[in-house]
């Protein structure tokens, strides 16, 4: 199956926020008490029970006065997928056909290790401590439906379909660069970034911290053939050499 | 002392606390190599990846204990270095050959003594990243530097223990008597330790036996 994913570009969007709002909807998630932070913005920060919001961003220049920058914020559903790479219990985030990263919290053993991971600042803990953020909306498009997010707007500002349509898309409407097209191994979630991806609130190279890739990379082949090779030592040197044993009669000191 | 007569390695206690750290270690390297590997199999025995982390971290508070408590007895016979180390280096511990002479050795061989030495620094530092990851699990730095700490002591400890399990049991026979008694005859002590019979002998040794 081809690689699906979502465009999101900030220009259309009008801050209506109708994706947070079908977003609960679909996925059944509590609306949650939040405070007045003096901005137009809300919530702050994506939530257990927030897995896509809309960040607001001000950017006024000269040239523009009043420059208000809306961006979808969400799980970028990664190739190279950082929570997946540290995550230690299997089928807790798994991949969907379509390409998302999708989590199934019967599995999560709640280590949190995956928000550490996460190069974007995704995931958050439910009240049981279980993995928590956007998945895509499986259910739907795993029967051809476009997600909550992305069937709801009405801009246009999230679409959904084949990935590499996406990305046509992205730069048939002008866009040289689309952010996530190559970063980490290609982001699930694309980007159609007028200005560069720190003013939208997103690292210009995202990463993977080198110390997991190291790991997974080098270290963890080795560990396999350090384990197995001191078993073979152990059995070769009782072959060769065989045992010590120490003798009384040769004991004459 | 008659050659035949029993001279005790490892008192009640030490032999408990290295069964309590011997039990601990090897739950502990099964389950983390379950999660390292996300082996289902492995899970399905500890009854599920939920209660696997919650036997592994409990596990984890008995290691450490565990290893404080042994450590305690064999670290002042460990950090004792002379001549004869060299020498016992140099012919390889007599492990590659039983011919060469092995120099005389006090209570713990030199191989030994780095082998333990390194299992206490990895011990600690697996057990330190252990609650890090536990307990401030928010902390992301933190986290992220544990979580390969916790790797890479992993993997030291896991070529250490077949490597010691070997040379424990069937490569010296003997020695898992110490373990299961705690005595081994007189004539093999002073055989195999012949400077801490010495110092046992010369009223030095500062041992309960
Ligand atoms: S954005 Fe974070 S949570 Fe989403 S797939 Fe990437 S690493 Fe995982
Ligand atoms: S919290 Fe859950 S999903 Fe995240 S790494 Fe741990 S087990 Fe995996």
Redesign the pocket.
Known sequence: MARMGLLVSPELCIGCRACQVACKSWNQLPGEKTKNRGGYENPGDLTPSLYNRIRFVEAPSDKEPLRWLFVNQ?????EE????QICPSPGA?YRTPEGA?ASNKDKCIGCKL?LA???????RYDDKGKCS??NLCVDRIANKMAPACAKTCPTGAISYGDRTEMIAKAQKAGYQKVYGQAD?GG???LYAFKDGPKLYGYDEKPQ?SEMLVFWHKVLKPLSYIGIGGVAAAAVVHYVAVGPHKVKEDDDHE | MNKNDMITMATGFERLCHWSLAISCILLIISGFGFLFKIEAIGAAFGGFNSMKTIHNWLGVVFIAALFLSAAHWLKHALRFDGDDVRWLSVGGGYLSHKVKVPPMGKLNTGQKFAYLMVLTAGIAISVTGFVMWLIPENKQWVLLSFFIHNVSFIMIGIFIPLHLYLGTIANPGTLQIMIGGKVPYWMAKKKHPKWIAELESGKGGHSA
Do not use: D, Q, W
Request: with cysteine.
């Open positions: 969400r799980c970028m559903h990664c997928a950082g929570c997946m985030l990263v995956c991971a996460c190069p974007f600042n995704v995931p953020k956007c980490l982001l699930g979630a993977i």
